[in-house]
């Protein structure tokens, strides 16, 4: 009998591992048929491509289906990589790096660590606490919303590699130079005082745990259930919109405004991104809409990166350990940062 | 008697963290006291980093997101 306990975990294991297979499988299998399937669905609701409403219908399903199976896969293989990275984890690598090594570093880790901005304080204050520079622990705290697996699934699916991976390179660069802009200015004093107390204090030790693959896999599936389930009805409502805007609004009808030879576009997009609040989801499918029609990219992604990354509500949350010049500091450095990426944006492509 | 803190900041996985511990809890008939830290400094002066965090006779066993069942059953 004593072999049932060593088994058991093999054996669902295996389960997994099969199953998964499967699922690959069937995932391939809808993702090279989208197209067929939208043509399909079109001609089956008896509408034509060379009306407005038929484009908008065929756009939307289209981009739905690919962006659901592009994010079911990504995040479930994010899930499973965050388990290599605890915060726990991630604060020791990061205590004792020097400044320049240490904000690249942040920067990188800030994708792959979980984080919600609700728990933004405690990491903020624990990555302190352990002896991670300030202007460190700033390049994880501005890297960590705005580069995520969501974003540049997203990216991905409706712009292909090249702008997600220019947004990648880039947001990680803001991160990095606003972290290391605001280590150099010596901002230490405008932490809130109890938080400056902590920094000399005790750390708890934690309770590591080891975990097998098994634990992985169900890591990776909550993490499926907790973000897709979250996001999909802004994405629908997005991509709803987009259709809308693909199909009805006319063609150049944005490069009057949002084009690239309208200098002020890019500053105007950054201030209107400060007090909306949405992630990247419910975003991305309007600014595709957007470009397409006429809309300068750079203006856009600046815009895009404003919302996600300069939040009113987790400027609220940061404001219970940090001063206001810190912040406003915080909101600057960063700031100036996305607008250069808008006009670098704007200037390449 | 075990003594039972959750640290958090009153967000809904803190919530489900709370109820899920005094429903196991009530099932296998432990006593505990529970007790919610909500201010930031007390929830630091533990060292936790991710929330909800679950300290049991001030020894921090549990960090980030709501644990799983067979998990809290392990602690009692």
């Known amino acids: ?349 | 008697m075990k003594n039972v803190k959750i640290l958090g900041t009153g967000c809904a996985n803190c919530r489900n963290t709370l109820a899920l511990i005094e429903a196991v809890a009530r099932e296998k008939e432990v006593q505990i006291t529970l007790e919610k830290i909500e201010d930031l400094p007390s929830i630091m002066s533990y060292g936790v980093m991710s929330t909800p965090g679950v300290v049991i006779d001030d020894v921090v066993v549990h960090a980030g997101g709501v644990p799983s069942r067979g998990k809290v059953e392990g602690w009692f």
Request: glycine share 10%; aromatic share 12%; charged share 10%.
């Open chain 1, 1 to 349: 009998m004593s072999t049932i306990p060593i088994e058991a975990p093999t054996a669902r294991l295996s389960h997994w591992l099969i199953g998964l297979a499967l699922a690959a499988l069937a995932w391939f299998a809808a993702y090279s048929q989208l197209v067929a399937l939208a043509d399909w669905l079109v001609q089956a609701l008896g509408l034509s491509r060379q009306t407005h409403f038929g484009e908008a219908v065929h756009f939307f399903l289209y981009d739905t289906p690919k962006v659901l199976l592009l994010l079911t896969g990504i995040v479930f293989v994010m899930g499973i990589v965050q388990t290599f990275f605890a915060p726990e984890r991630t604060r020791a690598l990061l205590s004792g790096k020097r400044v320049g090594v240490g904000n690249v570093l942040a920067a990188t880790l800030g994708i792959v660590t979980p984080f919600c901005s609700c728990s933004a304080v405690p990491l903020f204050i624990g990555f302190l606490s352990a002896g991670v520079p300030l202007g460190v622990t700033f390049s994880f705290l501005i890297s960590a919303p705005m580069v995520n697996e969501v974003a540049l699934v997203l990216l991905f699916g409706l712009f292909g590699w090249k702008v997600a991976a220019l947004y990648l390179c880039l947001g990680l660069l803001v991160a990095i130079v606003s972290g290391f802009v605001i280590g150099k200015l010596k901002m230490e004093k405008y932490l809130e005082d109890w938080v400056q107390k902590i920094q000399a204090g005790q750390l708890a030790p934690h309770v590591g745990e080891a975990m097998g693959w098994v634990e992985r896999f169900e890591a990776g599936w909550a993490h499926v259930r907790e973000i897709v389930g979250k996001v999909w009805p802004y994405i629908l409502l997005g991509i709803g919109l987009g259709a809308a805007i693909h199909g009805y609004v006319p063609e150049d009808f944005m490069a009057s405004f949002m084009g690239k030879d309208v200098w002020w576009a890019v500053p105007v997009a950054v201030v209107l991104g400060v007090p909306m609040y949405t992630n990247a989801a419910g975003i991305i499918p309007i600014v595709e809409a957007l470009i397409g029609k006429g809309a300068a990219l750079g203006t856009v992604l600046a815009f895009m990166m404003s919302v996600i990354a300069l939040s009113a509500p987790e400027m609220i949350i940061l404001r219970k350990a940090l001063k206001p010049t810190l912040i406003a500091t915080f909101a600057g450095v960063v700031a100036t940062g996305i607008l250069l990426v808008g006009y670098v944006f704007n200037a390449v492509l």
